[in-house]
């Protein structure tokens, strides 16, 4: 466990708050990270372990100077980090946030497009600055519902009088009226052909999508009807919304029912051997009693942490919103989502 200490906290807007933790040297290198990447934030809720994935919302930092990390955390209602962060939570307290994780990160290229919604800003905004410090073009289209709900405006003004010629900012406010009409509503597959039409990226630009599903999902369709290559097309979900497993996924059920199943997984290097039986959840919940070492976070097939390879046999999972097509061709699975569709099982964590 690693308790970082916060050493900064400020209000973004009425609901979220920025709080910066301070690395300390001899985790430095630990916790390095890519413009994009997030944290998981560790904390116990009515006595029982819960985890939070936050993204990163600043550059990285560098050989000198202090080491933060800087988050931004919602408040979604009673009892959860963001209602600690706004309310409890004082500089000087330590936190226990895990290692920088996540492949939702700044590609290579010198054109890049975020589509965001709400505290989907976050990553991207990371992205923006050190894209814009080394050179690259960036278009930020961002929804909000109102202009106070807008987070990070001081940060995207400063970057907007550093980088004026690189850097372009539409908001789109969905509940209060922009004057120009294309300004005023979601961003959604409706409004976004347009939105892209006036910033006309170029053919090689890559995309970054954050935000609900249903905002991501409709912009990834809109990018593909306009012949973006899937490669240059990057998301992160924020949760996913409940759809019905695949019918493989009530298979699991009978092969549970009839006994324990084998589960050997490899991680830190070190190959453990544990049983998995019908009263567990998901693979992701039978390894963890036998190692508690296993990285996860959010749980919900969203975020990517419990990424695994399948080395022998075969899982179904309920919900997958976070692997590529070409990983789950080559045996990927999350573990939060996966249970045994055979007698034994092996994943490798270390893949
Ligand atoms: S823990 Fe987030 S996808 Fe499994």
């Known amino acids: 466990m690693t308790l970082l200490p916060v050493v900064g906290l400020d209000r973004l807007t009425d609901d979220a ?72 939570l004082a500089v000087g307290d330590r936190v226990d946030v895990l290692p920088p994780a996540g492949r939702f990160v700044l590609q290579e290229g010198d054109e890049h497009v975020g589509i965001v919604a709400g505290s989907g800003v ?14 690259d073009r960036f278009t930020l289209i961002y929804g909000n519902r109102t202009a106070s709900s807008v987070m990070f405006l001081e940060e ?49 630009a890559h995309y970054y999508l954050c935000g609900p599903m249903a ?39 009978k092969v549970l029912a009839e006994g324990d199943v084998d589960v050997t997984v490899t991680l830190g290097g070190r190959r453990t051997q544990l049983a998995m039986s019908q009263d567990d959840d998901s693979v992701l919940a039978a390894v963890l009693k036998a190692r508690p ?24 999972m309920a919900h997958d919103y976070a692997l590529e097509p070409e990983e789950k061709a080559e045996g990927f699975v999350l573990a939060c989502q996966s249970r045994p569709l055979t007698p034994a099982v092996e994943l490798d964590f270390d893949a």
């Open 122 to 135: 976050t990553p991207v905004l990371a992205m923006a600055e050190v894209a814009l410090a080394r050179g």
């Open 215 to 253: 905002m991501v999902d409709g912009a990834k369709a809109v990018l593909a009807e306009r012949g973006v290559q899937r490669g240059h097309v990057h998301f992160e979900l924020f949760h996913a919304e409940d759809a019905p497993p695949p019918a493989a996924y009530a298979e699991t059920a």
């Open 17 to 88: 708050v920025r709080v910066v933790f301070e690395v300390p040297a001899e985790a430095r290198g630990g916790y390095r990270y890519l413009p994009g990447q997030h944290v998981t934030v560790r904390l116990e809720l009515d006595g029982v372990e819960a985890r939070r994935a936050y993204s990163l919302c600043a550059a990285p930092y560098g050989d000198a100077g202090r080491a933060t990390l800087s988050i931004a955390v919602k408040e979604l209602g009673p009892g959860g980090f963001g209602q600690i962060a706004s309310s409890k």
């Open 156 to 204: 995207l003004a400063d970057l907007k009088d550093r980088y004026a010629e690189r850097l372009m900012v539409l908001h789109v406010l969905s509940r209060e009226p922009r004057e120009a009409p294309l300004l005023t509503g979601r961003v959604d597959a409706e409004r976004l052909p347009g939105l892209l039409d006036a910033v006309s990226p170029g053919p090689d």
């Open 293 to 316: 070492d296993t990285p996860y976070s959010c749980t919900g097939g969203v975020c990517g942490t419990c990424r695994a390879k399948i080395v022998r046999g075969e899982v179904a």
